[in-house]
């Protein structure tokens, strides 16, 4: 059995071997090739761009691919999305398909652009949208670089955005959000009918989850003179309950815990003063639940 997988070229290319690496999957990839090899057997892959992939992954071209929902909605595609992947190229936040016009213009509101140009690369979404408003308006594709476009090639833009930062740089301002989008792992759904696709994709599920749920999180393990452990253990929070391990020093303890990553410099310093010693920070591959 080989599963086909489409990942994505382009700026989410180099985080999406970044997590298949922490999942336990080595990607090797020419710059120049659209076909990367891996150490599992089972797995055939291959890059496309998000764009494009659900219509591939419709069309039986490959078995499942990632891509964000945002390619989906626009392709209308017939596909399968099995789970959300929470990660991206900056940030852990979902992409939002924003409505933004130049700053101190006289567009308010969607229905103000009535008969104006829109561009951008999300026409299908976006022309739905505009419908659902009821407004007309020219929608143009950008290809490429659509901040830069108003007010002189376009009154307003669609445009995708994690933190605002690149539309703030450009002078402009939003008005509206079109569309909220997370990655997804897509799947044919001629081929989840498959027991042994199914399985090799509910495991790959699995561990990609279990890597994107350790990337905020960090192992603390430390060293507790018994009677400081009443005291180490109310500051420490925890997925569920530290690992208590006694050490050949009777009245010591080691303790062992996962943390959220964000927390731990102001845990450190207060674990010291409790008593704990020997206080390791230690990176996780995957947290498994």
Known sequence: MILKIALPKGSLQEATFQLFKKAGYNIVADSRSYYPTT????????????????????DGVV????????????????????????????TSRPVKWVLAVPNGSPFKTAKDLKGKKISTELVG????????KNVRAKVEFSWGATEVKPPKLADAIVEATETGSSLRA???CIIDTVLVSTTRLIVNKKSYKDPEKKKKI???VLLLKGAIAAQEKVGLKMNVEKKNLKKVLAILPALKKPTISHLSEPDWVDVDTIIDEPVVRELIPKLREAGAE????????????
Not at 67 to 85: F, K, P, Q
Not at 127 to 132: E, G, I, S, T, V
């Open 278 to 289: 020997g206080i390791i920070e230690y990176p996780l591959n995957k947290v498994i639940n």
């Open 170 to 172: 450009n002078n402009l």
């Open 125 to 132: 979404v976006t022309k739905r949208y505009l419908k659902k």
């Open 39 to 58: 150490d599992d057997p089972e797995l055939e892959l291959v890059l496309y761009r998000p764009q494009e992939m659900p219509r591939y992954v419709q």
């Open 202 to 204: 509910e495991n790959v």
């Open 63 to 90: 078995d499942c691919g990632i891509c964000g929902h945002d390619w989906v909605v626009e392709n209308e595609a017939d596909v399968m999305e099995i789970t959300e992947l929470k990660y991206s190229k900056a």
